[in-house]
């Protein structure tokens, strides 16, 4: 079955694929594209998790790509003249249907050096770029135009993401006898408040450095002095890793530990001319594709309402976008 633009962005947003259960969406994908007439492979990453990788020819110089999982909840989509709404709208379903619209004009006027690469897990691990990395297609592949809402425009540089827990330990005692214990809590809020003060370097092309207390957990009971505690931390970076880790290591010193989660660093990508351009301040699945060929991002919506219960996608900026991607690939191409 043929779908319009928008069809085919609702009935992608109709498959629940939070990360972790994307399978049935990479199934959809996979045999919408083969009846257009693509080669589709499946990538194995897990048991039940698929990367979808299609092409034309054997030889693609091109691939546009992006995500096919989201953050939870599931809402299923809804629309009215002007909006998509709902999980996935432009983080990043509405974005798959774009560019394979723009595959499909692009296949139409004689391009044939182009594929399409979707990825599982990226709002959690990357676990799926990471597997997709390793993939032969990627030596061969000259430019990677990936997507995630960038309100339409070229990214030329995207800031990393440091994910870290800062753990501390102290003594259980009864509360009303406190000389007895020591708070793992306490000793953390110290930490945490020297983190808040600190001063962390920025860079004139990525900007600033921001720091995300985003949990704390700890203690036992409200009568019992906290033998444990532990806070996590995202760091939107802006200079390498080293020189955070470095600081938060000077901060925490001998008070707790420190257990890194995950990072990536941050990415200059590929400036076209034509295209109106800005850095990001979020992560993509792009520091783990580096065997892909130069890296290039932009899409359709915006990043301020991804991941938001009100989620949605102007129809509009679908349809500027399908030609945005056909535009740009042909620029590479040239």
Request: hydrophobic share 40%.
């Amino acid at each position: 079955m043929i779908m319009n633009l928008f069809e085919l962005t609702k009935n992608l947003m109709s498959i629940p694929s939070v990360s972790g259960d994307e399978e049935a969406v990479g199934f959809f994908l996979r045999d919408y594209l083969e009846n257009l007439g693509w080669t589709v492979e499946l990538q194995a990453v897990s048991e039940n998790q698929n990367n979808v990788i299609a092409y034309l020819n054997e030889t693609p110089r091109v691939f546009l790509s992006t995500h096919i999982d989201t953050v939870p909840p599931f809402i299923a989509p809804s629309e009215d003249d002007e909006k998509i709404y709902g999980r996935g709208a432009c983080d990043a379903k509405g974005i798959i249907a774009a560019q394979i619209f723009a595959a499909e004009n692009l296949r139409g006027e004689g391009v044939t050096d182009i594929g399409l690469l979707y990825t599982v897990e990226e709002e959690t691990s990357s676990a799926g770029a990471k597997a997709a990395n390793l993939h032969p297609l990627a030596a061969q592949c000259e430019y990677l135009i990936n997507g995630e809402p960038t309100d339409n425009d070229l990214a030329i540089g995207s800031k990393g993401t440091f994910r870290l827990k800062i753990l501390t330990e102290g003594k259980a005692a009864h509360s009303a006898y406190p000389e007895m214990g020591e708070s793992a809590l306490e000793k953390l809020l110290d930490i945490l408040q020297d983190v808040r003060r600190a001063r962390f370097p920025n860079d004139d092309f990525f900007g600033e450095t921001t720091v995300n207390i985003g949990t704390i957990e700890g203690g036992v009971a409200l009568n019992v002095i906290p033998p444990r505690a532990e806070a996590g931390i995202a760091v939107r970076l802006t200079t390498p890793r080293a020189n955070i880790e470095a600081m938060l290591e000077e901060i925490v010193k001998t008070r707790g530990k420190i257990e890194v989660l995950s990072c990536s660093e941050p990415v200059k990508m590929l400036a076209v001319e034509g295209f109106n351009q800005k850095t990001v301040r979020f992560t993509t699945d792009i520091p783990y594709l580096t065997n892909w060929g130069q890296p290039l991002l932009l899409g359709p919506g915006s990043i301020l309402v991804a991941h938001t219960k009100d989620e949605f996608v102007l129809k509009k900026d679908l349809e500027t976008a399908v030609g945005l991607y056909a535009s740009l690939v042909k620029k590479l191409l040239n």
